[in-house]
């Protein structure tokens, strides 16, 4: 059981709970079907076979990522994407992306010199 806890608990680290919450492939789609608009709990679910409650898990994780907010109008609950974390995961993974691709740029000149014929 710890295992399980210490797997869905990511932490103080914002960056970690974009990331788990990132992680499951039906939150990924919940974040997917929010990108066209707010939409509610069985909206969301309607193309899942899974329960309600199940997920209203996804979107409390979801929620506590910062990746979703929920609000009432009227007598609807409605969620919502917020996008600023997707961005500061973003702007990490950015970080690495620019350093691979200059390495990928040395390896190219590498084996460029390597293929040119020698004088």
Known sequence: M????VMNDPGPDPLSA????LADPTRRAILERLA?????VG??????AI??????KHLKVLQGAGLVSRHRRGTANLSR???QALREAEDWLERYRAAWEERFERLD???AELGRPKP
């Open 2 to 5: 710890d295992n399980l806890r």
């Open 18 to 21: 974009v990331f788990g919450a």
């Open 36 to 40: 066209a608009g707010e939409a509610t």
């Open 43 to 48: 909206e969301l679910g309607a193309p899942f």
């Open 51 to 56: 329960s309600q409650p199940a997920i209203s």
């Open 81 to 83: 994407l917020e996008p």
């Open 109 to 111: 000149e590498v084996l």
